[in-house]
């Protein structure tokens, strides 16, 4: 590396670029010393798939190895990606961005989680759903709550009632139950009638206590 700047802060390179920080600006430097983008930025993060979230002005982006932003849009919040997509919240209205800088779709959530299983948690006015990669709804219902998949299964609640949806959009059980955990190792603890049960991933239920 050959430059004859001096920082207030440097870090490792990820991905072929290191932070830096200059006065109470951060950019990125290549390994030939050259600075990835003109502007200075209030805060960056490594590279990580291929692009870092940086703000400015109190906005956040990512920027690409290359030096241009991914999105044309500035977000007022902006979370690292996971599973291809990262959340995106602008004017408190949620929705997801993909590695190519498009939006999943084109609602508004009032929040959204991270992809499990391949679906995440959307909340659209009080009520809870999942969405798929496409953008598609799991269920034609909406419910009160929701938790994240695991296992091929996410619990659910629905007036104070309690079951599973599957990846197919169905319902595990014809009961509904005081309250769901979610599985672990093939089996999930539910409450019916103040009795304890486990549930397998056929809706069978098995001992009580």
């Not at 007036?159 to 089996?187: P, Q, T, V």
Request: glycine letters at 12%; charged letters at 25%.
């Amino acid at each position: 590396m050959n430059t004859d700047n001096w920082f207030g802060w440097c870090d490792q390179f990820h991905e072929g670029f290191g932070r830096v920080k200059i006065g109470n600006g951060w950019n990125f430097i290549n390994k030939e010393g050259l600075f990835l983008n003109g502007e200075f930025f209030e805060w960056c993060d490594n590279f990580q798939e291929g692009v870092a979230r940086v703000q400015f002005n109190g906005k956040w982006n990512f920027i690409k190895h290359d030096g241009l932003m991914l999105s044309d849009v500035w977000a007022d919040s902006l979370s690292p990606f996971k599973d291809g997509f990262a959340r995106m919240c602008i004017g408190r209205k949620w929705n997801f961005i993909n590695s190519d800088g498009r939006r999943l779709n084109n609602e508004r959530y009032g929040h959204c989680s991270f992809f499990y299983g391949g679906f995440a948690r959307v909340k659209l006015g009080s009520k809870w759903n999942f969405v798929n990669s496409e953008g598609a709804y799991l269920s034609d219902g909406m419910f009160d709550c929701a938790k994240n998949f695991r296992e091929g299964f996410a619990a659910v609640e629905l007036d104070d009632k309690w079951n599973f949806i599957g990846a197919d959009g169905k319902l595990l059980s014809e009961s509904w139950f005081d309250y769901c955990y979610s599985f672990i190792e093939g089996f999930a603890s539910v409450v019916l009638c103040n009795k304890w049960w486990y549930i397998d991933k056929e809706g069978r239920l098995h001992g009580h206590r």
